[in-house]
């Protein structure tokens, strides 16, 4: 199938899944969850005399920032997902287009995107925008986190994706399982809220571990992106988050990205059946 | 029966515990043919077996010598479906939506082109540019069949063409299959409860059950293997008229037997046997047969019959 045809069945896919209210929906979930994040004393914090300790701490809060961001996104991934698989497949669309010359392969990978593009764009714009509200005097470093933020929002993306798409593939009907991959989403997303320092000193075992969920683990991929170690953190030798390599973070990452989205493929590709 | 094209040999598709295909047996040919059974049949699980979307469990189903899941992709390029259940981008227009399958379809996407199919269809000029999710059933089962037909297909498949049309847009719509047949040489399969139609238009039936073929074949074939022969009628042109009925009316076959104008209408419980039968007493009075023509070639009532025999 040619390229021409390809973009033409991503741009209807786009249209479809982004149509309205889904955007605005979308866009006003991630202003509202942002605003919420925003810590206007940051800037009374960085421009005062205070150690320079206490500044790094405070800086620790960009991370903070995006944590609460990460939730709309989240969501709105798995939900979008697995709205798009499996309201095709119970509509008939994905019978009706999968009976045309587009490989599953094309047509598998287009549905994807459709909703993981558009979303990390805005996951991009609507963080760098508030980041950039929070910390607007240090510009390099919101620049930075711009940079930085882009190939995190990506891999959590398609791993909450393939979240998405594994729950629409086997439950097949659109509102259970929309119900199911939000769900699903929310309770992996939840330790990244967990405030892991606080518990860590506490001596709470498991916590340790919690750094290597999939949006936790993003989030201090993405303080290590920004050479910002928590200072609690630092404190605890023995804490994972502290001693394993930045490198293995983003294996990590890279492997929750993988995880889901490649066997999934494979099997869509090569045994799912649409008989709906 | 013309060139076989697509074949179904043993082919079983279970659903869990229900079995939808058991064994199926069916070839499709070239030219127009008709797919008929009792819903739950099996007909539109056959019709997605034979575009690769589903995977037989035993046996296989080929269309143009190509493996159905295995080479569906091939097929696809060379096969134009219209479904049942109808589904579109609903966002987009009716013209656009077509653009979109013809890209797909790697066929002309020139608009001109789209809306001269699209009013070939019968689908108002005014709706073209509608968005399609305010199309009414009717409205969107042509803009299927436009969809259907995009790209030059080698054959088309129908999954109840016809369901949501008036009597006169299904009389229009199956004239056009007939057109694109003769005159164009694509060849269709189309699963419809409507059998005074496909009746009229059909070149090949296919008569399924509970997942199984009951009989395939021409019309006379069909009707010839009903155990309802019973109601079959021919009219018979033939000179001289009377001695030849009165050599009918001893027949034992014969149910029936009417003169009118330079006709007989005769009634029998044996198509075999009549047909057989005919010629030899037309030479016994010397006398010259002009026409021999099936009048009740109802298949509704092979249907029914069919369908409801013992095991079937
Ligand atoms: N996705 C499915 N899941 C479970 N059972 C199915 C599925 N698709 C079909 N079946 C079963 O397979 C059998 C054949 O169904 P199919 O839809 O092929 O019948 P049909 O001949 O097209 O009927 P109709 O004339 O009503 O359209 C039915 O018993 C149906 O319940
Ligand atoms: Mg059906």
């Not at chain 2, 040919?29 to 008709?34: D, E, L, V």
């Not at chain 2, 049309?165 to 409507?194: C, Q, Y």
């Amino acid at each position: 199938m040619s390229a021409r045809a390809n973009l033409a069945l991503l741009r209807a896919e786009v249209g479809k899944v982004w149509a309205s209210p889904i955007l605005e929906i979308t866009v006003a979930l991630m202003a509202v969850m942002t605003l919420m994040s925003v810590q206007p004393i940051t800037e009374l914090v960085r421009h005062s005399d205070f150690s320079s300790v206490f500044r790094s701490a405070v800086m620790g809060s960009v991370s903070a920032t995006a944590a609460s961001l990460m939730l709309p996104w989240v969501i709105m991934c798995g939900v979008l997902m697995a709205l798009s698989f499996a309201r095709d497949y119970e509509s008939g669309l994905m019978q009706s287009v999968l009976s045309t010359p587009v490989s599953r392969k094309t047509f598998f990978t287009v549905k994807f995107f459709a909703v993981v593009l558009p979303l990390m764009l805005l996951s991009w714009l609507l963080t760098t925008f508030f980041v950039g509200l929070s910390f607007y005097s240090d510009l390099l470093m919101v620049l930075r986190f711009s940079l930085c933020v882009l190939p995190v929002s990506f891999l959590s993306l398609m791993f909450c994706g393939g979240l998405g798409v594994l729950v629409a593939l086997v439950v097949k009907r659109t509102i259970p399982a929309v119900l199911t991959s939000l769900l699903a989403n929310f309770f992996i997303w939840y330790p990244a809220n967990i405030d892991t320092e606080w518990l860590l000193r506490e001596g709470v075992g498991y916590v340790n571990y919690l750094c290597l969920t999939p949006h936790e683990g993003a989030l201090v991929f993405l303080d290590r992106l920004l050479g910002i170690v928590p200072m609690g953190i630092s404190q605890i030798e023995d804490a994972l988050q502290f001693t394993l390599s930045t490198s293995s973070f983003a294996v990590l990452l890279i492997f929750y990205a993988c995880v889901l989205v490649i066997p999934l493929f494979v099997y869509f590709i090569r045994r799912f059946e649409v008989c709906e | 029966m013309g060139e076989v094209i697509g074949e179904f040999k043993s082919v079983t598709k279970r659903f869990g515990s229900a079995v939808a295909l058991d064994g199926l047996n069916l070839k499709i040919c070239r030219g127009i043919n008709g797919l008929i059974g009792p819903n739950g049949a099996g007909k539109t699980t056959a019709i997605r077996l034979s575009l690769g979307l589903i995977k037989p469990d035993a046996g296989c189903a080929e269309l143009f010598g190509l493996d159905c899941w295995n080479n569906s992709l091939a097929i696809r390029g060379r096969v134009g479906v219209l479904y049942e259940k109808l589904a579109f981008y609903d966002n987009l227009s009716g013209l656009e939506q077509l653009r979109l399958m013809a890209k797909l379809k790697g066929a002309s996407d020139s608009v001109v082109k789209l809306r001269k199919l699209l009013c070939l269809v019968e689908l108002d000029e005014s709706a073209h540019g509608r968005r399609v999710g305010g199309y009414s059933a009717g409205m969107r089962q042509r803009l299927g069949l436009a969809q259907a037909l995009l790209g030059k297909p080698e054959l088309v498949i129908l999954d109840e063409p016809t369901a949501n049309l008036d009597p006169l847009n299904r009389a229009k719509i199956l004239d056009l299959v007939v057109f694109l047949s003769r005159e164009h040489g694509i060849s269709f399969l189309i699963s419809s409860h409507i059998l005074p139609e496909l009746e009229k238009v059909c070149d090949n039936f296919i008569l399924m059950n509970k997942g199984k073929l009951l009989r395939q074949g021409v019309l006379e074939q069909m009707l010839d293997k009903s155990s309802l022969l019973s109601v079959v009628k021919f009219v018979v042109r033939v000179q001289p008229i009377e001695a030849v009925a009165a050599l009918l009316g001893d027949e034992g076959y014969v149910e029936d037997l009417l003169v009118i104008d330079d006709s007989l209408h005769v009634t029998v419980k044996d198509a075999t046997l009549f047909k057989q039968r005919l010629p030899l007493l037309v030479g016994q009075v010397g006398a010259s047969l002009d026409e021999v023509r099936m009048v009740r070639s109802d298949l509704e009532s092979v249907f029914k019959s069919a369908v409801t025999e013992k095991g079937a």
